[in-house]
Protein backbone atom coordinates (compact mmCIF):
# COMPACT_ATOMS: atom_id res chain seq x y z
CA UNK A 1 0.00 0.00 0.00
CA UNK A 2 1.27 3.47 -0.64
CA UNK A 3 2.79 5.33 2.08
CA UNK A 4 0.99 8.15 1.42
CA UNK A 5 -2.73 6.94 1.95
CA UNK A 6 -1.44 6.26 5.71
CA UNK A 7 0.31 10.00 5.96
CA UNK A 8 -3.34 11.01 4.56
CA UNK A 9 -5.41 9.38 7.13
CA UNK A 10 -3.07 10.12 9.91
CA UNK A 11 -3.43 13.88 9.12
CA UNK A 12 -7.46 13.51 9.05
CA UNK A 13 -7.45 11.93 11.96
CA UNK A 14 -5.58 14.72 13.81
CA UNK A 15 -7.44 17.48 12.24
CA UNK A 16 -10.61 15.81 13.15
CA UNK A 17 -9.96 15.16 16.98
CA UNK A 18 -9.36 18.88 17.78
CA UNK A 19 -12.21 19.72 15.71
CA UNK A 20 -14.59 17.07 17.82
CA UNK A 21 -12.72 18.45 20.77
CA UNK A 22 -13.96 21.90 19.90
CA UNK A 23 -17.13 21.33 18.78
CA UNK A 24 -18.12 19.32 21.33
CA UNK A 25 -17.77 22.50 23.51
CA UNK A 26 -19.67 24.20 21.55
CA UNK A 27 -22.65 21.61 21.44
CA UNK A 28 -22.78 21.78 25.07
CA UNK A 29 -22.70 25.47 25.56
CA UNK A 30 -26.52 26.56 24.61
CA UNK A 31 -26.92 24.45 27.58
CA UNK A 32 -24.73 23.72 30.17
CA UNK A 33 -22.47 27.08 29.41
CA UNK A 34 -18.72 27.59 28.86
CA UNK A 35 -17.41 27.93 31.88
CA UNK A 36 -13.95 26.16 33.45
CA UNK A 37 -15.62 23.49 34.79
CA UNK A 38 -16.89 22.34 31.22
CA UNK A 39 -14.11 23.00 29.87
CA UNK A 40 -12.22 20.80 32.32
CA UNK A 41 -14.67 17.78 31.54
CA UNK A 42 -14.44 18.33 27.89
CA UNK A 43 -10.78 18.47 27.89
CA UNK A 44 -10.12 16.17 30.35
CA UNK A 45 -12.28 13.17 29.00
CA UNK A 46 -10.87 13.80 25.25
CA UNK A 47 -7.51 13.26 26.84
CA UNK A 48 -8.49 9.87 28.81
CA UNK A 49 -10.31 8.67 25.13
CA UNK A 50 -7.55 9.58 23.35
CA UNK A 51 -5.41 7.55 25.99
CA UNK A 52 -7.48 4.43 25.62
CA UNK A 53 -7.51 4.74 21.83
CA UNK A 54 -3.34 4.85 21.93
CA UNK A 55 -3.34 1.91 24.26
CA UNK A 56 -5.91 -0.24 22.18
CA UNK A 57 -4.37 0.64 18.64
CA UNK A 58 -0.89 -0.53 19.60
CA UNK A 59 -2.87 -4.35 20.40
CA UNK A 60 -4.98 -4.21 17.78
CA UNK A 61 -2.74 -3.26 15.12
CA UNK A 62 -0.34 -6.18 16.42
CA UNK A 63 -3.63 -8.65 16.01
CA UNK A 64 -4.80 -7.10 12.84
CA UNK A 65 -2.13 -5.50 10.84
CA UNK A 66 -4.18 -4.41 8.01
CA UNK A 67 -4.91 -1.13 5.74
CA UNK A 68 -8.30 -2.45 5.79
CA UNK A 69 -9.06 -2.60 9.32
CA UNK A 70 -7.46 0.22 9.98
CA UNK A 71 -9.63 1.86 7.43
CA UNK A 72 -12.40 0.22 9.10
CA UNK A 73 -11.88 1.76 12.66
CA UNK A 74 -11.63 5.46 10.83
CA UNK A 75 -14.67 4.78 9.14
CA UNK A 76 -16.19 3.62 12.95
CA UNK A 77 -15.09 6.77 13.98
CA UNK A 78 -16.49 8.97 10.83
CA UNK A 79 -20.02 7.14 11.61
CA UNK A 80 -20.20 7.79 15.43
CA UNK A 81 -19.51 11.59 14.45
CA UNK A 82 -22.20 12.06 11.94
CA UNK A 83 -24.71 10.68 14.60
CA UNK A 84 -23.35 12.66 17.52
CA UNK A 85 -25.41 15.72 17.04
CA UNK A 86 -28.97 13.66 16.72
CA UNK A 87 -28.35 11.25 19.49
CA UNK A 88 -27.63 13.79 22.06
CA UNK A 89 -30.37 16.17 21.13
CA UNK A 90 -32.78 13.99 23.86
CA UNK A 91 -30.06 14.07 26.88
CA UNK A 92 -29.86 18.24 25.76
CA UNK A 93 -33.42 18.38 25.58
CA UNK A 94 -33.66 16.89 28.88
CA UNK A 95 -31.22 19.69 30.83
CA UNK A 96 -32.95 22.10 29.01
CA UNK A 97 -35.82 21.33 31.27
CA UNK A 98 -34.04 20.41 33.94
CA UNK A 99 -32.14 23.58 34.58
CA UNK A 100 -35.71 25.34 34.18
CA UNK A 101 -36.76 23.65 37.27
CA UNK A 102 -33.30 22.79 38.21
CA UNK A 103 -33.22 19.51 38.64
CA UNK A 104 -29.63 18.63 39.39
CA UNK A 105 -29.57 14.91 38.81
CA UNK A 106 -31.10 15.61 35.51
CA UNK A 107 -29.00 18.47 34.73
CA UNK A 108 -25.50 16.22 35.84
CA UNK A 109 -26.47 12.76 34.33
CA UNK A 110 -27.70 14.73 30.89
CA UNK A 111 -23.95 16.39 30.71
CA UNK A 112 -22.51 12.95 32.01
CA UNK A 113 -24.25 11.05 28.70
CA UNK A 114 -23.18 13.61 26.26
CA UNK A 115 -19.46 13.20 26.86
CA UNK A 116 -19.70 9.85 27.31
CA UNK A 117 -21.05 9.48 23.86
CA UNK A 118 -17.87 10.89 22.58
CA UNK A 119 -16.04 8.20 23.43
CA UNK A 120 -16.52 6.08 20.56
CA UNK A 121 -15.08 8.60 18.06
CA UNK A 122 -12.37 9.86 19.53
CA UNK A 123 -11.25 6.54 21.06
CA UNK A 124 -11.09 5.56 17.36
CA UNK A 125 -9.39 8.26 15.99
CA UNK A 126 -6.65 7.81 19.00
CA UNK A 127 -5.78 4.58 17.74
CA UNK A 128 -4.91 5.75 14.52
CA UNK A 129 -1.35 7.11 15.00
CA UNK A 130 -0.30 3.67 16.49
CA UNK A 131 -1.86 1.46 14.29
CA UNK A 132 -0.30 3.14 11.18
CA UNK A 133 2.78 3.05 12.60
CA UNK A 134 2.45 -0.43 13.14
CA UNK A 135 1.47 -0.62 9.13
CA UNK A 136 4.53 1.83 7.96
CA UNK A 137 7.37 0.63 9.95
CA UNK A 138 9.22 -2.51 7.76
CA UNK A 139 12.94 -2.70 9.66
CA UNK A 140 13.71 -1.15 13.19
CA UNK A 141 16.49 1.23 11.82
CA UNK A 142 13.46 3.24 10.07
CA UNK A 143 11.01 2.98 12.97
CA UNK A 144 11.98 6.60 14.92
CA UNK A 145 12.06 8.13 11.58
CA UNK A 146 8.57 6.75 10.73
CA UNK A 147 7.39 7.10 13.51
CA UNK A 148 8.16 10.74 14.17
CA UNK A 149 6.92 11.74 10.98
CA UNK A 150 3.81 10.16 11.00
CA UNK A 151 3.20 12.24 14.89
CA UNK A 152 4.61 15.25 13.25
CA UNK A 153 1.81 14.81 10.60
CA UNK A 154 -1.06 14.33 13.40
CA UNK A 155 0.13 16.87 15.33
CA UNK A 156 0.28 19.65 12.12
CA UNK A 157 -3.30 18.24 11.40
CA UNK A 158 -4.30 19.17 14.92
CA UNK A 159 -3.50 22.11 14.66
CA UNK A 160 -5.17 23.16 11.29
CA UNK A 161 -8.53 21.04 12.86
CA UNK A 162 -8.15 23.49 15.62
CA UNK A 163 -7.93 26.65 13.14
CA UNK A 164 -10.74 25.71 10.75
CA UNK A 165 -13.15 24.39 13.35
CA UNK A 166 -13.05 27.51 15.55
CA UNK A 167 -12.32 30.70 12.85
CA UNK A 168 -14.23 28.87 9.51
CA UNK A 169 -16.44 26.04 10.08
CA UNK A 170 -18.69 26.77 12.93
CA UNK A 171 -19.13 30.40 12.78
CA UNK A 172 -20.28 29.29 9.04
CA UNK A 173 -21.50 26.29 9.31
CA UNK A 174 -22.93 25.93 12.98
CA UNK A 175 -21.98 23.45 15.55
CA UNK A 176 -24.19 20.21 14.00
CA UNK A 177 -22.54 20.45 10.25
CA UNK A 178 -19.18 21.07 11.86
CA UNK A 179 -19.60 17.65 12.91
CA UNK A 180 -21.03 16.19 9.98
CA UNK A 181 -18.38 17.90 7.74
CA UNK A 182 -15.81 16.55 10.00
CA UNK A 183 -16.92 13.02 9.72
CA UNK A 184 -17.74 13.00 5.63
CA UNK A 185 -13.52 14.28 5.19
CA UNK A 186 -12.32 11.32 7.89
CA UNK A 187 -14.26 9.17 5.93
CA UNK A 188 -13.21 9.92 2.65
CA UNK A 189 -9.49 9.89 4.12
CA UNK A 190 -10.38 6.31 4.80
CA UNK A 191 -11.84 5.10 1.33
CA UNK A 192 -8.62 4.86 -0.11
CA UNK A 193 -7.87 1.52 2.10
CA UNK A 194 -11.87 -0.08 1.79
CA UNK A 195 -13.98 -1.76 -0.43
CA UNK A 196 -16.01 0.63 -2.88
CA UNK A 197 -18.83 -0.20 -1.20
CA UNK A 198 -17.50 1.69 2.00
CA UNK A 199 -18.10 4.84 0.06
CA UNK A 200 -21.88 4.38 1.13
CA UNK A 201 -21.06 6.09 4.53
CA UNK A 202 -19.58 9.42 2.88
CA UNK A 203 -22.54 9.51 1.03
CA UNK A 204 -25.02 8.80 4.13
CA UNK A 205 -22.96 11.44 5.78
CA UNK A 206 -23.64 13.88 2.76
CA UNK A 207 -27.48 13.74 2.91
CA UNK A 208 -27.48 14.22 6.81
CA UNK A 209 -26.28 17.71 5.61
CA UNK A 210 -29.36 18.25 4.06
CA UNK A 211 -31.65 17.10 7.11
CA UNK A 212 -32.64 21.21 8.86
CA UNK A 213 -31.64 22.14 11.79
CA UNK A 214 -34.18 22.07 14.72
CA UNK A 215 -32.82 25.00 16.85
CA UNK A 216 -32.47 24.92 20.36
CA UNK A 217 -35.79 24.05 22.41
CA UNK A 218 -37.11 27.34 24.31
CA UNK A 219 -38.35 28.28 28.04
CA UNK A 220 -41.90 27.23 28.58
CA UNK A 221 -43.86 30.50 26.98
CA UNK A 222 -40.92 31.70 24.72
CA UNK A 223 -40.73 32.52 21.03
CA UNK A 224 -37.22 32.44 19.44
CA UNK A 225 -37.24 35.46 17.41
CA UNK A 226 -33.09 34.44 15.79
CA UNK A 227 -30.55 32.15 17.39
CA UNK A 228 -27.58 31.46 15.75
CA UNK A 229 -23.59 30.37 16.73
CA UNK A 230 -21.13 33.48 16.68
CA UNK A 231 -17.17 32.98 17.31
CA UNK A 232 -17.61 33.50 20.56
CA UNK A 233 -20.96 31.73 21.71
CA UNK A 234 -24.17 30.54 20.67
CA UNK A 235 -26.88 33.89 21.22
CA UNK A 236 -30.47 33.49 20.92
CA UNK A 237 -32.83 36.76 20.55
CA UNK A 238 -35.77 35.64 22.58
CA UNK A 239 -39.78 37.13 22.62
CA UNK A 240 -40.20 35.41 26.34
CA UNK A 241 -43.24 34.52 28.23
CA UNK A 242 -43.96 38.58 29.27
CA UNK A 243 -43.39 39.97 26.21
CA UNK A 244 -39.89 41.43 26.39
CA UNK A 245 -37.60 40.82 23.59
CA UNK A 246 -34.03 39.39 25.08
CA UNK A 247 -30.82 38.53 24.32
CA UNK A 248 -29.69 35.20 25.53
CA UNK A 249 -26.12 33.82 25.45
CA UNK A 250 -24.57 30.35 25.57
CA UNK A 251 -26.84 28.50 27.98
CA UNK A 252 -29.65 30.63 27.98
CA UNK A 253 -29.93 31.36 31.86
CA UNK A 254 -29.02 34.55 31.91
CA UNK A 255 -30.78 37.56 30.19
CA UNK A 256 -28.01 39.59 29.04
CA UNK A 257 -30.09 42.16 27.04
CA UNK A 258 -33.82 43.57 27.15
CA UNK A 259 -35.25 46.08 24.32
CA UNK A 260 -36.70 48.96 26.80
CA UNK A 261 -40.25 49.29 26.39
CA UNK A 262 -42.23 52.47 26.01
CA UNK A 263 -41.60 53.49 29.66
CA UNK A 264 -37.36 53.29 28.83
CA UNK A 265 -37.09 50.63 31.58
CA UNK A 266 -36.73 47.33 31.63
CA UNK A 267 -37.43 45.60 35.43
CA UNK A 268 -33.80 43.82 35.90
CA UNK A 269 -30.75 45.67 37.32
CA UNK A 270 -30.30 47.44 34.30
CA UNK A 271 -32.49 50.43 35.62
CA UNK A 272 -30.31 50.93 39.05
CA UNK A 273 -27.29 51.64 36.42
CA UNK A 274 -29.52 54.63 35.27
CA UNK A 275 -28.58 55.81 38.74
CA UNK A 276 -25.17 56.82 38.29
CA UNK A 277 -25.64 60.33 37.22
CA UNK A 278 -27.72 61.31 39.91
CA UNK A 279 -25.07 59.38 42.23
CA UNK A 280 -21.91 62.22 41.00
CA UNK A 281 -24.50 64.88 40.21
CA UNK A 282 -23.46 64.97 36.47
CA UNK A 283 -27.44 64.97 34.66
CA UNK A 284 -25.43 66.67 31.54
CA UNK A 285 -22.82 66.52 29.37
CA UNK A 286 -21.49 63.43 30.79
CA UNK A 287 -19.15 60.54 29.45
CA UNK A 288 -20.05 56.74 30.14
CA UNK A 289 -18.16 53.68 28.99
CA UNK A 290 -19.69 50.42 28.99
CA UNK A 291 -17.63 47.33 29.42
CA UNK A 292 -19.76 44.40 28.27
CA UNK A 293 -21.91 46.14 26.35
CA UNK A 294 -23.78 43.37 24.57
CA UNK A 295 -27.16 44.01 23.13
CA UNK A 296 -27.00 47.52 24.36
CA UNK A 297 -29.60 47.85 27.16
CA UNK A 298 -27.70 50.85 29.12
CA UNK A 299 -26.65 52.78 25.89
CA UNK A 300 -30.65 52.82 25.03
CA UNK A 301 -31.75 53.54 28.03
CA UNK A 302 -29.06 56.38 28.65
CA UNK A 303 -30.20 57.99 25.45
CA UNK A 304 -33.78 57.95 27.15
CA UNK A 305 -32.84 59.58 30.23
CA UNK A 306 -29.66 61.07 30.03
CA UNK A 307 -29.89 62.35 26.46
CA UNK A 308 -26.57 64.48 26.59
CA UNK A 309 -24.69 61.57 27.88
CA UNK A 310 -22.09 59.97 25.24
CA UNK A 311 -21.88 56.12 25.35
CA UNK A 312 -18.68 54.22 24.56
CA UNK A 313 -19.75 50.67 24.50
CA UNK A 314 -16.85 47.15 24.62
CA UNK A 315 -18.30 44.25 23.41
CA UNK A 316 -15.84 41.58 22.22
CA UNK A 317 -18.25 40.00 20.03
CA UNK A 318 -19.24 41.67 16.87
CA UNK A 319 -21.75 39.42 16.01
CA UNK A 320 -24.02 40.43 19.44
CA UNK A 321 -23.75 44.04 18.60
CA UNK A 322 -24.95 43.37 15.35
CA UNK A 323 -28.18 41.85 16.91
CA UNK A 324 -28.38 44.58 19.14
CA UNK A 325 -28.66 46.81 16.23
CA UNK A 326 -31.10 44.35 14.20
CA UNK A 327 -33.10 43.39 17.07
CA UNK A 328 -33.01 45.25 20.26
CA UNK A 329 -32.95 49.29 19.07
CA UNK A 330 -29.47 50.24 19.93
CA UNK A 331 -29.37 52.39 17.15
CA UNK A 332 -31.22 54.87 18.82
CA UNK A 333 -28.40 54.92 21.00
CA UNK A 334 -26.05 57.82 22.08
CA UNK A 335 -23.41 55.39 21.06
CA UNK A 336 -19.70 54.60 19.93
CA UNK A 337 -19.61 50.66 19.89
CA UNK A 338 -15.67 48.96 20.37
CA UNK A 339 -15.52 45.88 18.96
CA UNK A 340 -12.40 44.63 21.64
CA UNK A 341 -11.75 42.96 24.70
CA UNK A 342 -12.54 45.42 27.74
CA UNK A 343 -9.38 45.43 29.67
CA UNK A 344 -7.21 45.95 27.32
CA UNK A 345 -9.08 48.25 25.06
CA UNK A 346 -9.52 50.44 28.76
CA UNK A 347 -5.89 50.10 29.35
CA UNK A 348 -4.62 51.36 25.88
CA UNK A 349 -7.63 54.09 26.31
CA UNK A 350 -6.26 57.90 26.83
CA UNK A 351 -9.89 58.90 27.21
CA UNK A 352 -11.74 59.84 30.67
CA UNK A 353 -14.74 58.99 31.32
CA UNK A 354 -17.34 60.71 34.43
CA UNK A 355 -18.69 57.18 34.95
CA UNK A 356 -17.81 53.69 33.92
CA UNK A 357 -20.13 50.85 33.88
CA UNK A 358 -18.87 46.90 34.01
CA UNK A 359 -21.73 44.91 32.72
CA UNK A 360 -19.47 41.61 31.75
CA UNK A 361 -19.97 39.50 34.70
CA UNK A 362 -23.04 36.66 34.34
CA UNK A 363 -23.20 33.71 36.65
CA UNK A 364 -21.49 31.71 36.51
CA UNK A 365 -19.04 33.72 33.30
CA UNK A 366 -16.95 36.15 35.66
CA UNK A 367 -13.77 36.58 33.60
CA UNK A 368 -11.06 36.89 36.22
CA UNK A 369 -8.81 39.84 34.43
CA UNK A 370 -11.88 41.83 35.32
CA UNK A 371 -12.11 41.52 38.74
CA UNK A 372 -8.53 41.93 40.35
CA UNK A 373 -6.77 45.21 41.83
CA UNK A 374 -4.61 45.96 38.67
CA UNK A 375 -7.97 46.00 36.76
CA UNK A 376 -9.76 48.29 39.29
CA UNK A 377 -7.01 50.44 39.21
CA UNK A 378 -7.09 50.91 35.21
CA UNK A 379 -11.06 52.03 36.03
CA UNK A 380 -9.55 54.49 38.42
CA UNK A 381 -7.43 56.02 36.28
CA UNK A 382 -9.71 56.43 33.40
CA UNK A 383 -12.42 58.52 35.82
CA UNK A 384 -12.76 62.19 35.76
CA UNK A 385 -12.50 63.86 39.12
CA UNK A 386 -15.65 62.75 41.16
CA UNK A 387 -16.43 59.97 38.79
CA UNK A 388 -17.97 56.42 39.60
CA UNK A 389 -18.06 52.80 38.87
CA UNK A 390 -20.68 51.00 38.56
CA UNK A 391 -20.67 46.93 38.33
CA UNK A 392 -23.43 44.04 38.02
CA UNK A 393 -22.88 41.16 39.85
CA UNK A 394 -24.39 38.17 39.59
CA UNK A 395 -24.62 35.16 41.81
CA UNK A 396 -26.99 32.35 42.87
CA UNK A 397 -29.15 33.20 46.08
CA UNK A 398 -27.23 32.70 49.45
CA UNK A 399 -23.81 32.02 47.55
CA UNK A 400 -22.35 35.37 47.61
CA UNK A 401 -18.77 34.37 48.00
CA UNK A 402 -17.75 35.54 44.60
CA UNK A 403 -19.50 39.15 45.77
CA UNK A 404 -17.70 39.36 48.48
CA UNK A 405 -14.35 38.84 46.90
CA UNK A 406 -15.41 41.23 44.23
CA UNK A 407 -16.15 44.26 46.32
CA UNK A 408 -13.81 43.57 49.06
CA UNK A 409 -11.41 44.13 45.65
CA UNK A 410 -13.35 47.36 44.32
CA UNK A 411 -12.60 48.50 48.18
CA UNK A 412 -8.89 48.14 48.30
CA UNK A 413 -9.06 50.72 45.45
CA UNK A 414 -11.94 52.65 45.30
CA UNK A 415 -11.87 55.16 48.77
CA UNK A 416 -15.91 55.06 48.78
CA UNK A 417 -17.51 51.45 47.65
CA UNK A 418 -21.14 50.22 48.52
CA UNK A 419 -23.72 47.70 47.36
CA UNK A 420 -27.34 47.52 46.81
CA UNK A 421 -28.83 44.31 46.16
CA UNK A 422 -31.24 44.22 42.97
CA UNK A 423 -33.19 40.65 43.00
CA UNK A 424 -31.82 37.32 44.31
CA UNK A 425 -29.63 37.17 41.85
CA UNK A 426 -27.98 40.64 40.97
CA UNK A 427 -26.18 42.96 43.20
CA UNK A 428 -25.16 46.62 41.79
CA UNK A 429 -21.62 47.49 43.70
CA UNK A 430 -20.54 50.86 43.18
CA UNK A 431 -17.16 52.67 43.77
CA UNK A 432 -16.18 56.78 43.53
CA UNK A 433 -13.07 57.54 42.15
CA UNK A 434 -12.71 60.61 45.22
CA UNK A 435 -13.84 60.33 48.45
CA UNK A 436 -15.21 64.06 48.49
CA UNK A 437 -17.77 62.91 45.38
CA UNK A 438 -19.06 60.35 47.77
CA UNK A 439 -20.30 62.71 49.79
CA UNK A 440 -24.19 63.48 49.98
CA UNK A 441 -24.34 60.40 46.91
CA UNK A 442 -27.32 59.14 48.85
CA UNK A 443 -29.30 62.60 48.88
CA UNK A 444 -28.67 63.21 45.02
CA UNK A 445 -29.72 58.97 44.71
CA UNK A 446 -33.25 60.94 46.82
CA UNK A 447 -33.16 63.67 44.15
CA UNK A 448 -33.27 62.23 41.18
CA UNK A 449 -35.08 63.16 38.16
CA UNK A 450 -39.15 61.32 37.87
CA UNK A 451 -39.14 58.50 36.82
CA UNK A 452 -36.04 57.11 38.35
CA UNK A 453 -36.66 58.92 42.03
CA UNK A 454 -38.23 55.97 43.57
CA UNK A 455 -35.71 53.71 41.83
CA UNK A 456 -32.53 55.80 43.01
CA UNK A 457 -34.37 56.24 46.17
CA UNK A 458 -34.72 52.89 46.77
CA UNK A 459 -30.59 51.90 45.55
CA UNK A 460 -29.92 54.73 48.70
CA UNK A 461 -31.89 53.37 50.95
CA UNK A 462 -30.89 49.52 50.95
CA UNK A 463 -27.01 50.79 50.01
CA UNK A 464 -24.27 48.91 52.32
CA UNK A 465 -20.39 50.15 52.46
CA UNK A 466 -17.93 47.44 51.71
CA UNK A 467 -14.83 47.05 53.92
CA UNK A 468 -11.47 46.32 51.71
CA UNK A 469 -11.11 42.77 51.66
CA UNK A 470 -7.26 41.04 53.48
CA UNK A 471 -7.10 39.40 50.57
CA UNK A 472 -7.83 40.92 47.29
CA UNK A 473 -8.45 39.29 44.02
CA UNK A 474 -5.09 39.87 41.96
CA UNK A 475 -3.96 39.37 37.86
CA UNK A 476 -1.81 36.29 39.83
CA UNK A 477 -4.20 34.93 42.08
CA UNK A 478 -8.03 35.14 41.65
CA UNK A 479 -9.38 32.26 41.94
CA UNK A 480 -13.14 33.52 40.55
CA UNK A 481 -13.79 29.90 39.04
CA UNK A 482 -13.56 27.86 41.62
CA UNK A 483 -16.20 30.67 43.48
CA UNK A 484 -18.81 30.78 41.13
CA UNK A 485 -18.21 27.08 40.41
CA UNK A 486 -18.95 25.24 43.73
CA UNK A 487 -21.69 28.12 44.37
CA UNK A 488 -23.34 27.08 41.02
CA UNK A 489 -23.22 23.54 42.15
CA UNK A 490 -24.52 24.33 45.85
CA UNK A 491 -27.34 26.01 44.37
CA UNK A 492 -28.36 23.25 41.95
CA UNK A 493 -27.72 20.68 44.75
CA UNK A 494 -30.48 22.59 46.89
CA UNK A 495 -33.16 22.58 44.24
CA UNK A 496 -33.79 26.13 44.85
CA UNK A 497 -36.34 27.60 42.10
CA UNK A 498 -35.31 29.34 39.02
CA UNK A 499 -35.50 32.92 38.39
CA UNK A 500 -34.58 35.22 35.70
CA UNK A 501 -31.13 37.21 35.86
Given at each position: ?118 A ?110 T ?22 W ?14 GY ?9 A ?34 V ?78 V ?29 N ?18 R ?59
Amino acid sequence: MPQYRLYVLVFAAGLCSLGVELTAARLLAPFFGTSTLVWANVIGLTLLYLSVGYWLGGRVADRWPTPRHLGYCVLLAAAAIAVLPFITRPFLAAATDAFSSVQTGVVLSSFAAVLIMFAVPITALGAVAPWAIRLAVHSIEEAGRVSGRLYALSTVGSLLGTFITVLLLVPWIGTRRTLLVLAFLLALAALPLLPRRAALVPLAVALLLLVPEQGVKAAPGDRVVWEGETPYQFAQIVDDASGKRVLRLNEGWATHSIRPGPSGLVGGYWDRLLCLPAAIGTPVDGRLAVLGNAGGTTAVQYARFWPTWRVDGVEIDSAVSDLGYRYLDMGSAHLAVHTADARPWLDQSEDRFDGIVVDAYHQPYIPFHLITEEFFRSVRDHLTPGGAVMINVGAPPGHDQALAAIAGTMATVFPVVEQSRVNDFNTIVWGFRDAGSAVGARSRLVGAPAPLTSLCSAMAADAARIQPTQEPLTDDHAPIEWLTDTALLSYLREGAPGAER
